[in-house]
């Protein structure tokens, strides 16, 4: 597509359900990212993908955050059993060939709001 | 570890004036460091980046940032503001030292509010 796209734009859910959160990226690119914007916070680095493996899942703030990539493509964020306080946008990015130099093209998130 | 500060949660600058959002970082090797500007409701969009060379490098929207070594800083400038650049701005620095990954480490972002 000509941008990167995230589904749902807006999510409600109660506190202990799980989420997923999906993310498009640029035809080509083979580099995906997951942040999280959290209000007064700035933006939390959360997992980076090269192609379907993910060198960098530092951020992954606890077991209950999961990402998968597929097909060197699609990528969906799996939130279990979501808390309160992981109420926030989640942001995903993409870049080409692991963005070496270049510049991340961000999607306009998935406001997660618990509930 | 990589770090970006941005010490000013808001900027306020009247049109036609000069601004200057602030930005240091702390990086392991050569930075390679990048602005971003997030309009309301919107996505982030890359405004500039440096690399290398040039310590001043212009991007878009007529900004222009100045890369200073020795103070560790990367500011956002641009000589006369207009209302529309009203937005919040973020600094984000990536190393260029071989055990680094690629993921850009974003400071808490600096609110600019340009009024008429």
């Known amino acids: 597509g000509a941008g990167v796209s995230q589904s749902p734009s807006n999510k409600v859910t109660e506190k202990g359900k799980d989420v997923e959160l999906r993310c498009d990226p640029i035809?080509?690119?083979?580099?995906l990212y997951w942040y999280r914007q959290s209000l007064g916070q700035g933006l939390e680095f959360l997992i980076y993908?090269?192609?379907?493996?993910?060198?960098?899942k530092s951020g992954l703030p606890s077991d209950r955050f999961s990402a998968e990539r597929t097909g060197g493509s699609v990528s969906t964020l799996t939130i279990q059993r979501t808390q309160q306080e992981d109420s926030a946008v989640y942001l995903c990015?993409?870049?080409?060939?692991?963005?070496?130099?270049?510049?991340?093209?961000f999607g306009e998130g998935s406001r997660l709001t618990v509930l | 570890a990589q770090s970006v500060a941005q010490p000013e949660d808001q900027v306020n600058v009247a049109e036609g004036n000069p601004l200057t959002v602030k930005c240091t970082y702390s990086?392991?090797?050569?930075?390679?460091l990048f602005w971003y500007v997030q309009y309301p409701n919107r996505g982030l969009q890359f405004l500039l980046k440096?690399?290398?060379?040039?310590?001043l490098v212009k991007g878009s929207y007529g900004f222009e940032a100045e890369f200073n070594k020795s103070q560790t800083s990367f500011h956002l400038k641009k000589p006369s503001a207009l209302v529309s650049d009203s937005a919040l701005y973020f600094c984000?620095?990536?190393?260029?030292?071989?055990?680094?990954?690629?993921?850009?480490?974003f400071g808490t972002g600096t609110l600019l509010a340009v009024q008429p």
């Open positions: 035809s080509g690119h083979t580099a």
């Open positions: 440096y690399i290398t060379g040039d310590n």
């Open positions: 990015a993409s870049s080409f060939q692991g963005m070496n130099t270049g510049e991340l093209f």
């Open positions: 984000a620095v990536r190393s260029n030292y071989g055990g680094a990954t690629n993921k850009l480490i």
């Open positions: 993908f090269q192609g379907n493996s993910a060198p960098d």
């Open positions: 990086v392991s090797g050569n930075p390679y």
